[in-house]
């Protein structure tokens, strides 16, 4: 497939993130599994390692400017120079807009935008200078709009238009941009959520299955697999996109 780069996923510690930094590892390449906590990579790290593969734990606040330069410092010095940067940290702080704190929205767009945004602008260094990256942020189908998350809607809608942004920056580059949007996936996050409504998460997922044209709540590898597509080198040629995956069509 492609030639073994240094991958940065974040979020890595667990659901989205950790399926991802797998995937990419089992296909070769030398994954930077990024989290706030570093102890909380380890199970990641040590999944990788024990397949055989190279993994380095990086503790980081992504929505933090400092923190995210040592954190690239860490990488380059530990893996070499990234190549490939999938923004996947994110929070959930849902609550109706009358209900809903400036803590809450700072919080949120914090980690999803501003996150996205210092980690893409740290890596771009790196493939420009190669001719060659790969970024893919993880959106979501809430970006559409979604009852009790106006946060969150805002900042994944707010992504989808920082990719297709960065897409016509870096194009030139050797650099493509795409977005990956899920739909219902069966995570620690669609947990809290159901947790949040007063449901048990056994009776959310089918709930939300049943609304599913492929009639099975997603998993957190329907993700990774398609951003294993648009990092490869064989997807240069796909930029500025949106894909979602989520089981069906939507809107």
């Not at 935008?113 to 979501?140: C, D, P, Y």
């Not at 960065?166 to 669609?190: C, H, R, S, W, Y």
């Not at 409504?197 to 998993?219: K, L, T, Y």
Request: proline content about 2%; aromatic content about 6%; charged content about 20%.
């Amino acid at each position: 497939m492609s030639e073994t780069r240094i991958a940065v996923i974040t979020g890595a510690a667990r659901g989205i993130g950790a399926a991802t930094a797998r995937r990419l590892a089992s296909d070769g390449h030398k994954v930077a599994v990024l989290d706030l906590d570093t102890e909380a990579c380890r199970g990641t790290v040590d999944s990788i390692v024990s397949a055989g593969g190279t993994a380095l734990a990086v503790g980081a606040d992504v929505s933090d400017e400092a923190s995210v330069l040592e954190a690239f410092e860490a990488i380059v010095n530990g893996l070499g120079a990234p190549t490939i940067l999938v923004n996947n940290a994110g929070i959930i702080r849902d609550n109706l807009l009358f209900k809903m704190t400036v803590d809450d929205w700072d919080a949120v767009t914090g980690v999803h935008l501003r996150g996205a945004f210092l980690m893409s602008r740290a890596a771009q260094r790196h493939m420009t200078e190669a001719k060659f990256g790969r970024i893919v942020n993880v959106s979501s189908t809430s970006a559409l709009g979604n009852r009790g998350q106006a946060n969150y809607s805002a900042a994944k809608a707010g992504l989808q238009g920082f990719t297709k942004t960065l897409a016509i920056e870096l194009g030139k580059f050797g650099v493509t941009v795409n977005a990956v949007a899920p739909g219902f996936i069966q995570t620690d996050m669609t947990a809290a959520t159901a947790e949040r409504m007063g449901m048990s998460f056994d009776d959310f997922i089918a709930a939300s299955a049943a609304q599913i044209p492929v009639a099975r709540a997603g998993q957190p590898d329907d993700v990774a697999h398609a951003v294993r597509f648009l990092v490869s080198e064989e997807a240069g040629f796909v930029s500025g996109q949106v894909l979602y995956v989520a089981g069906g069509p939507t809107d």
